[in-house]
C-alpha cells in the first residue's frame, strides 16, 4: 500500500541545506535551513575510497572543497582535512565536508527531516545503499517523519527497496520517463521528484492522480513556485528558503 505520511509544511525543502546562503551540503547550510523556518532539508550522499559516506554533491572534490580528484578515491581521514567553506565565502572557512552520522545527528537536535539523495559511483550502488540504510537505521531518531530516499539510478532504488520494504523511496526524474507510474508501482515510491522544467499542468495532474508526493526541483523564484505550487505540487527544492517563504504570505503575481 501507497505510504502518504510525509507532511511538507512549509512546502519547501531546503536544497543541499540553505545552499545560498552557506556552503552546500556542510552543517552550516543546515543550521540555517533551520532558521529560516522549514522542516525539510536535501542532501547528497557518497561513499569514501574506505566505505564511509559522506555527504557532498559533486563526484569530483574540485568545486567545493580546496582538495581536487574524485571523492571515491579519498579516505574519509583525507576529506576530513579539506576545506569545504572557503569557495563559498571566506567567513565559512574550515567548514568540513560531514559525514552522514554527523549530518543526522544535527537533524535530530534541529528536529529536522531529510531527503536524502544517494548517488553511487558505478559499481558501488549495493554497498551505498547498504551503508546508508545501516546508519539511518542506527542514527535517525527524528520521529516526526522518517526520511525520503531518492535516486536518479534505478538501481540504487532498486537496492533500497531490496533490502528495507518500509524506507520512503522518491523517484527522480530530469528527464520524463514514460514509465514512471510502472516504476513507481513496482517499487511503491512515496513521492516523485522532478526537475520543474519538464513539468507541465497535465504531468502535475498525472502524477497527483497517484496519491503520491511531487516535489519539483530547483526553484529559486516566487513567481515559479507560486505557479507549481497553482497546479497542485506538494513542495519544492530551494536554494533559498526563505525567500520563498517570504513570498507565500506576499501576494506575487503570476502572468
Ligand atoms: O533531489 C533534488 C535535486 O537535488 C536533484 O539534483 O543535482 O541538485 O542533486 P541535484
Ligand atoms: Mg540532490
Given at each position: 500500500m501507497l505510504?502518504?505520511?510525509?507532511?511538507?509544511q512549509?512546502p519547501?525543502i531546503?536544497?543541499?541545506g540553505?545552499?545560498?546562503f552557506a556552503p552546500?551540503?556542510?552543517?552550516?547550510?543546515?543550521?540555517?535551513?533551520?532558521?529560516?523556518g522549514v522542516?525539510?532539508?536535501?542532501?547528497d550522499?557518497?561513499?569514501?575510497?574506505?566505505?564511509?559516506v559522506?555527504?557532498?554533491?559533486d563526484e569530483k572534490?574540485n568545486r567545493?572543497?580546496n582538495?581536487s580528484?574524485?571523492?571515491i578515491?579519498?579516505?574519509l581521514l583525507?576529506?576530513?582535512?579539506l576545506?569545504?567553506g572557503?569557495w563559498f565565502?571566506?567567513?565559512?572557512k574550515g567548514?568540513?565536508i560531514?559525514?552522514?552520522?554527523?549530518?543526522?545527528?544535527l537533524?535530530?537536535?534541529l528536529?529536522?527531516?531529510?531527503n536524502?539523495?544517494?548517488?553511487?559511483?558505478?559499481?558501488k550502488?549495493?554497498l551505498?545503499?547498504?551503508?546508508?540504510?545501516?546508519?539511518i537505521?542506527e542514527q535517525?531518531?527524528n520521529?516526526?517523519?522518517?526520511p525520503?530516499?531518492?535516486?536518479?539510478?534505478?538501481?540504487?532504488?532498486?537496492?533500497?527497496?531490496?533490502?528495507?520494504?518500509t524506507?520512503?523511496?522518491?523517484?527522480?526524474?530530469?528527464?520524463?520517463?514514460?514509465?514512471?507510474?510502472?516504476?513507481?508501482?513496482?517499487?511503491?515510491c512515496?513521492?516523485?521528484?522532478?526537475?520543474?522544467?519538464i513539468?507541465?499542468?497535465?504531468?502535475?495532474?498525472?502524477?497527483?492522480?497517484t496519491k503520491?508526493k511531487?516535489?519539483?526541483?530547483?526553484?529559486?523564484?516566487?513567481?515559479?513556485?507560486?505557479?507549481?505550487?497553482?497546479?497542485?505540487?506538494?513542495?519544492?527544492?530551494s536554494?533559498?528558503?526563505?525567500?520563498?517563504?517570504r513570498?507565500?504570505?506576499?501576494?506575487?503575481p503570476?502572468?
Amino acid at each position: 500500500m501507497l505510504n502518504n505520511e510525509l507532511i511538507f509544511q512549509p512546502p519547501i525543502i531546503a536544497h543541499r541545506g540553505a545552499s545560498a546562503f552557506a556552503p552546500e551540503n556542510t552543517l552550516v547550510a543546515f543550521y540555517k535551513a533551520k532558521l529560516m523556518g522549514v522542516n525539510w532539508v536535501e542532501f547528497d550522499v557518497m561513499l569514501t575510497a574506505d566505505d564511509e559516506v559522506v555527504v557532498i554533491h559533486d563526484e569530483k572534490l574540485n568545486r567545493t572543497t580546496n582538495g581536487s580528484g574524485y571523492v571515491i578515491n579519498h579516505t574519509l581521514l583525507d576529506l576530513q582535512k579539506l576545506d569545504a567553506g572557503s569557495w563559498f565565502d571566506p567567513t565559512f572557512k574550515g567548514e568540513k565536508i560531514p559525514t552522514l552520522i554527523e549530518v543526522i545527528d544535527l537533524l535530530n537536535q534541529l528536529k529536522l527531516s531529510a531527503n536524502i539523495e544517494i548517488k553511487a559511483q558505478q559499481g558501488k550502488e549495493e554497498l551505498t545503499v547498504k551503508k546508508v540504510l545501516s546508519i539511518i537505521l542506527e542514527q535517525w531518531k527524528n520521529n516526526h517523519s522518517k526520511p525520503l530516499i531518492s535516486s536518479f539510478s534505478l538501481q540504487i532504488l532498486e537496492y533500497v527497496r531490496k533490502y528495507s520494504s518500509t524506507s520512503l523511496l522518491g523517484f527522480l526524474m530530469d528527464e520524463w520517463d514514460e514509465e514512471w507510474k510502472k516504476i513507481c508501482d513496482r517499487l511503491n515510491c512515496t513521492a516523485v521528484n522532478v526537475n520543474y522544467k519538464i513539468l507541465t499542468l497535465e504531468r502535475v495532474q498525472s502524477i497527483k492522480s497517484t496519491k503520491r508526493k511531487l516535489l519539483a526541483y530547483t526553484v529559486n523564484t516566487a513567481k515559479l513556485a507560486k505557479q507549481l505550487f497553482s497546479w497542485g505540487i506538494d513542495g519544492i527544492f530551494s536554494d533559498c528558503p526563505e525567500k520563498i517563504l517570504r513570498s507565500l504570505v506576499t501576494p506575487v503575481p503570476v502572468k
